[in-house]
């Protein structure tokens, strides 16, 4: 021992070590000491460090934990979330990649719910971001030919541009005739301004006339409104349309009596107006911003700002706007930090902002462009529009939680079982080893789906978790008391046992205090490869519809619903995560364990 | 023997009364009235005192009000007698209704056995004869994969990979609807309908059962006449095929026969996955169908399928191995 400490003064770095220990190069110690070895359990351990894979299975299977434990803290979620115009989005962080092209000469830019388009000063049009709108529609195939753009305006999932000529064009879903220009639109030569909303689009004639077309059920839109002729500005909610008139005067340009048309009084001459999607917000001379519509996600709480407000945008939930001497401003919601503006701006003196949905692009006075928002989503977004890295963080949270609470029911049960028919033995054995084969003669999936089916079904979310960890430990123990009972019944006529039964120690404590420490590795191992089983049953339930209910993600139920091949082919980002982080997770328990036993009996080894 | 065996069978009988009745009481659990079904469509033609009337001798003549115990005793009669009630869904004897699914099902699994066993037992006899060398250490790693990956995740990926990708296979589905052709040509449809399926309960199954063999061809080549017949000069085949593979299939054997039970039940995933009309699906349609009857029939088919295959891998060790003594 003191030469083997003398040999490695110089401390071998800890990169070295894990490589070391993980992947051999282990020196090789001479009879003598390898008799120094101590105890069993240390053997175990040496055992198991030699064993790679099971090593790597390890350190594999502690990332995984560190991140399904670690990860809610920094992924939070809010389980009633849903957001219809982030639903399957691809994995990436292209939704603000300006194209290098454009940068430097931006001119205006318009933003849509995954996409952005921008034109240049020089009149070329740019598409970026998830622009494949559908399985057949990318809003990057856009018409040739269109001459020098002006204008551009994106919708829900069709662009709208115009060019110098004062030409219209319209591409992308056309589904509701969004992107259909009719006939008397298209013969306009003085349009001054285009706008592109939920299925629908709007044009603006310099003599303020409005014209409409795409979906006019969903968007409240009267075309014969009063203010036909005096409209100087329109803006789109995600389903009405409001317009401010010469004289600054905000008009409701539909039909209903609603939360919109509602304009409070008062304002003064109104210099802009912007929309969210369910909000409107008015800026008026003096700089004072009225919000109204149906605000629920902070829209209405407007910052304080040095100078006067002149210029406002809106997003999906959020607004910005500009003061008068170049500051940005944002409030609203903030989920994906978009009205969080970006340190770095107060200094700068911003000239152009552009604002939508989730991003957010300004231009400062020297042509910088500097973005904030929604960037994208790591692994892509789910059939909720749900960002699918958060809920595989939660979602292994609550697999692992119910897989360990199940195991450690089923262990408790199992252990107490088995140890006290193979200590008692005689009748009280036989009786318990019937109960063991009545619940192992169930066929267990089907009963555990019928268990949670009927009496699951009174029962709220909560509950139901706690149901199914519950089901599962009381179902799974017959195999870890069959294997604790024949390790008791070899051990309880050693002589330790005798010894304890002569002195006098209680029964119960001989079961307990003298044979389980010796039979504790076996459970161990069998605990291990039953906590792979329970996590594996959990999936399978949550994926069949009868395990975690819903808005609860687990591994399991996050592939619930991708069992159609629209899913498997087009948003494969749906299933392959979640499938791999499960399946990876189960290989290494499966592999830990086997590890486990294989040091624990070396003679397993030799098979 | 005899008497081990009638022990056994009174044993079993007992399990499946103790079965019978929890089943009973849990469907019992359900909130619902089946009389106030039953006559919800004459509610409107009836005066309240008559529908009233009704009501309660409905009640009365369905039992309703009777004892859980008294209900449940007339139930398992009628289960015995081999009425097991209607499908509300079918409106139909449940014996009728479950015919087609539990044929579907034993076809599908007989194929699926048979290819399973087909590889596994030779595959599980090279690597234990090449114990430690490359080709059955890599065997071991993709065993541990393929028992660790659930079914559902063999489903997705083999229908990405062979029915969307490669466009070999059908996605779902039992036949081509409307198919017309000899029997030949149908057979031969089904088949191209169920190779995506085989495949997966095969590949499923791979996993487990190779390790299983592999375990016990290599505790069957340790023995000592597998020595003796080495040192007796035979052919290294012979020692393997004829000497230790006797004695592997013991433990090989009853695990088969317990297998073979699983005929009839049919996988849960793999049938809903692929839209197959077999019992697993069946199963499943009925409990989300809140088809109750159809729910409780099947499962207690297979709580008889269990018991009858534990009773039958009991017996087996005797009847394979005539060292073991069964009626300890």
């Not at chain 1, 029964?507 to 069998?526: A, E, R, W």
Request: aromatic share 12%; hydrophobic share 45%; proline share 4%.
């Amino acid at each position: 021992m003191n030469a083997n400490k003398n040999s490695n003064n110089k401390k071998p770095s800890f990169l070295y070590l894990l490589f070391t220990k993980l992947f051999g190069g282990k020196k090789q110690l001479s009879l003598l000491e390898e008799e120094q070895m101590e105890s069993p359990f240390r053997i175990v351990i040496n055992n198991f460090k030699d064993n790679k894979v099971a090593m790597t299975g390890l350190i594999v299977f502690i990332l995984i934990f560190i991140f399904v434990m670690v990860g809610p803290y920094f992924f939070p979620i809010d389980l009633s979330f849903a957001e219809t115009s982030q639903q399957n989005v691809p994995p990436g962080f292209d939704l603000m990649k300006v194209p290098k092209e454009l940068q430097g000469k931006i001119q205006q830019i318009s933003i849509g719910p995954t996409f952005s388009v921008g034109i240049s000063t020089d009149g070329k049009i740019y598409v970026w971001g998830k622009t494949k709108v559908t399985k057949a529609i990318d809003v990057k195939n856009m018409p040739k030919n269109m001459g020098k753009i002006v204008k551009v305006a994106a919708g829900y999932d069709h662009i709208l541009a115009m060019n110098d000529k004062g030409q219209l064009f319209a591409w992308g879903s056309n589904r509701n005739g969004q992107a259909n220009i009719p006939p008397e639109v298209a013969k306009l030569d003085n349009i001054v301004d285009i706008k592109a909303g939920y299925q629908c689009s709007m044009v603006l004639t310099a003599d303020g006339y409005t014209y409409f077309f795409g979906n006019s059920m969903n968007n409240d839109y009267n075309p014969n409104h009063k203010y036909q002729g005096q409209i100087a500005q329109i803006e789109l909610t995600s389903d009405a349309v409001v317009g401010l008139t010469f004289d600054g005067q905000v008009v409701y340009l539909g039909y209903q009596q609603n939360s919109y048309s509602n304009i409070p009084e008062n304002m003064g001459k109104v210099v802009d107006i912007a929309t969210t999607a369910s909000t409107i917000a008015a800026v008026n001379e003096e700089g004072r911003v009225f919000v109204w519509g149906n605000v629920t996600k902070g829209e209405g709480d407007v910052p304080h700002t040095e100078s006067k407000i002149v210029d406002i945008q809106g997003g999906r939930y959020h607004y910005s706007a500009i003061t008068e001497d170049g500051k940005v401003v944002a409030w609203g919601a903030n989920y994906y930090k978009q009205a969080s503006v970006p340190k770095k701006l107060q200094q700068l003196e911003v000239t152009k902002l552009f604002t939508g949905y989730y991003q957010n692009y300004a231009v400062t006075k020297d042509g910088k462009l500097i973005t904030w928002g929604l960037k994208g989503y790591p692994l892509g977004t789910d059939d909720l529009g749900r960002d699918i890295l958060t809920r595989l963080v939660h979602g292994g949270f609550m697999t692992m939680t119910v897989g360990a609470i199940a195991v450690i029911i089923s262990t408790i049960i199992g252990v107490i079982i088995g140890s006290i028919s193979g200590y008692f033995g005689g009748r009280t054995d036989m009786i318990l080893q019937r109960v063991t084969e009545m619940i192992s003669s169930l066929p267990f999936l089907p009963f555990v789906m019928i268990l949670s089916a009927l009496i699951g079904n009174s029962m709220d979310t909560n509950q139901k978790i706690m149901l199914i960890m519950v089901i599962l430990g009381l179902l799974s123990w017959p195999g870890l008391s069959r294997l604790v009972r024949a390790q008791v019944l070899s051990v309880r006529e050693q002589e330790y046992v005798t010894a304890a039964r002569a002195m006098g120690v209680k029964q119960i404590n001989i079961v307990f205090k003298h044979i389980l420490p010796n039979v504790i590795s076996v459970i161990l191992v069998s605990a291990t490869l039953d906590f792979a089983t329970c996590m594996l049953i959990e999936a399978t339930l949550s994926f069949l519809g009868f395990g975690v209910p819903a808005p609860y993600p687990t591994w399991g139920n996050m592939l619930y619903g991708s069992n159609n091949s629209t899913v498997i082919q087009n948003y494969w980002w749906r299933w392959v995560f979640p499938s791999i982080i499960l399946g990876i997770c189960v290989i290494c328990i499966n592999v830990i364990g086997d590890g486990l036993r294989d040091a624990i009996d070396p003679r397993t080894q030799e098979r | 023997m005899g008497k081990y065996i009638i022990k056994r069978i009174i044993y079993m009988i007992f399990v499946f009364f103790v079965m019978s009745f929890v089943l009973f009481f849990l469907y019992n659990m359900i909130p619902g009235d089946p009389a106030r079904a039953q006559l919800e469509p004459l509610k409107n033609k009836l005066t309240p005192e008559e529908y009233q009337y009704r009501y309660e001798q409905l009640r009365k003549t369905m039992g309703l009000d009777d004892p859980l115990i008294v209900r449940y005793g007339k139930w398992i009669r009628n289960t015995l007698k081999g009425d097991l009630g209607m499908s509300i869904v079918y409106k139909q004897p449940v014996i009728e209704v479950v015919k087609t699914p539990l044929k579907n099902t034993v076809f599908i699994n007989i194929f699926a056995i048979a290819l399973a066993l087909g590889i596994t037992i030779p595959l599980g006899i090279h690597c234990a004869v090449k114990k430690n060398s490359l080709f059955d250490k890599t065997v071991q790693v993709l065993t541990i994969v393929g028992y660790s990956i659930p079914v559902f995740i063999i489903v997705l990926l083999f229908i990405y990979v062979f029915a969307v990708i490669l466009q070999w296979f059908p996605v779902s589905g039992m036949s081509t609807p409307n198919f017309k052709g000899t029997p030949f040509q149908a057979f031969l449809d089904r088949l191209y309908h169920l190779a995506l399926p085989l495949m997966v309960l095969t590949v499923g199954s791979l996993g487990g059962m190779t390790r299983y063999v592999r375990a016990a061809m290599i505790e069957a080549l340790s023995m000592d006449c597998i020595k003796t017949a080495r040192a007796k000069g035979l052919k290294e085949k012979v020692v393997i095929y004829s000497h230790a593979w006797r004695n592997a299939l013991l433990p090989v054997i009853t695990l088969i026969i317990g297998w073979l039970m699983s005929v009839f039940s049919g996988s849960l995933v793999v049938e809903r996955m692929f839209n197959l009309h077999g019992m697993g699906k069946f199963y499943i349609d009925a409990l989300s169908n809140q088809d109750y009857n159809v729910a409780l029939a099947i499962q207690m088919f297979y709580i008889v399928i269990a018991l009858i295959g534990n009773l039958i891998t009991d017996l087996s060790y005797g009847l394979v191995d005539p060292r073991v003594r069964v009626n300890r």
